[in-house]
């Protein structure tokens, strides 16, 4: 059991330091201008024209959603090839040494 837990808080951390680290935010935050823009037209069509009030709630929470989206899809892609290059070098460095055995 604890050795679960152990390797649950080293995979947490691991992604918490990729979803501020390696570009993670700058990309996400571009992704989140572009595509929060777009929804925001598309959803506050009434406030951007002038004939309603912008809900100034949904607009922050519009821009979140793709913020942490993009965050998301990027720390597990680099979580998943972290995990492909420990197996392959396991796969050689097995081989490796079975070899000179």
Known sequence: MSRMLYQLARRSREAG???VSHGTPRRAAKLAVVVGTLLVVINQW?????TASMDW??????????????TYTSVSKDLHSRR????????VYGKVRNSEV
């Open 57 to 70: 709630l949904k607009v922050v929470l519009t821009y979140c959603v793709p913020y942490l989206v993009a």
């Open 17 to 19: 330091e990729l979803a």
């Open 84 to 91: 492909q290059t420990v197996a392959a070098e396991l796969e």
């Open 46 to 50: 009434e406030a951007v024209t002038g």
